[in-house]
């Protein structure tokens, strides 16, 4: 079978392949194309898949049509914000405009996909006709990229409501232009002139359709012909995630005796400084009162030491995923030591950190790997609070404040601070809380946290 230029194969001969002529096992760039009325949620799951398939090591964008057409220097419309008639299938000259901005889209995407630059590419549009789809399907084969589609399909008032009251008004179509009643009457028409021409996906419509249907924001699921490791992957995703309001806490063990003397990893207890913030934690999630809050532990003695006076009815559960990345023949050794006894593995890592692995022991990307589970059951829980360390509390930063891999080991986390993730329609909210140990007071502050300017440890 011949594997199209420029595309990794696998060593293993090919078994079974598919219509196109992909085997399961060759590596063939993905295009995943959303469906959906307006305020389904596209771009709400079109960015969090990027960000999930991102960070597990997928090179992955998004292409949003929307975007595209509001930089079309020809439709005086598209720049200035559309209002639903623009949206009407009777209104032919909005519709040139409309389908000349999903074709630009779609050449930048095969151009990423097909120059190697990427492997997954997230084409976000409603694409709500059957035509619309074949032309995709069609572009598809003959650029030779896999094509899954997401439909997410929502018949809940409550949900749409709340999704063009919270979302849809501040879109840049009506920023400045009208009041958020207007904008939100606007948007109720946009999505009724959809409606017209909305055809929802049927198995029948292509034999090569590979999708699933997500109903009701995750009530219930619709999957058919899924092909391939990255598809599959994202069925598992959109089959855990949820919309409930809910915050995520995280914080590093208090100061350990390794902490003290600069030491790296081992399993030492916490000092006096460190049990203060263990004291201090428990103080203030006692006044936080989050409800039905989980308590996720590494199973290292100093992070177990600083979740011990947490409320019992708190459920705390210890994770041996969670335990700090392993430095191996560096364990117990600090900075210094490293730099005299292993110059050549201290240059190794300064050059690439996030790739670089300690002999006999591990690398940020392997906790990233150790991590996917954790990330997969963080998104599926409500309230949780994760007790762990500096590596891999940069892991799990990175994908919550969507920072690229490169940066992840440089995020500076300090000891006795705690940070708090709401999630929000296209990001999450960080909020700082700092203890100071003397007084025992908190300063807060609202911000990602920053990258370290040492990049050492
Ligand atoms: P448009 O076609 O106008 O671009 P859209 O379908 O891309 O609309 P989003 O902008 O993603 O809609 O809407 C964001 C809102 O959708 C968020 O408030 C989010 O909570 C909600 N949402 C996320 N997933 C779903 C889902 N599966 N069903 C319904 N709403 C969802």
Redesign the pocket.
Known sequence: MEIPPGLETTKRKVAHSDEHGFSDQVRVPNVIVMV?L????????SKKLCRYLKWTGFKTKVFNV?EYRRTDANAADAIHGANASFFSPDNAEALKVRTESARRAMEDMADYLNSGTGSVAIF?A?NTTKDRRSIIIDFCKKKRLRCFFIE?V?DDPA?ID??VT???VNSPDYKGLMTAEQAKEDFMNRIENYKRQYEPLEESEHESLSFIK?I???RSFKVHQVRGHVQSRVVYFLMNIH?LPRSIYLTRHGQSEYNAMGRLGGDSPLTEDGRKYAAALADFFEEEEVPGLRVWCSQKVRAAQTAQHLKPDFHTEYWKALDELDAGICEGLTYEDIQQRYPKQADDRATDKYHYRYPSGESYEDVVSRLEPVIMELERQANVLVVSHQAVLRCVLAYFYDRPLSELPYIDIPLHSLVKLTPR?YHCDSTIYALDLDTQEWTETSAQLPLCDSPRD
């Open positions: 959906g307006p305020a389904r949620g596209k771009t709400y799951i929307g976000d409603t997410s929502c949900i709340s999704n919270d979302v849809k997500v009701n924001a995750g919309l329609a």
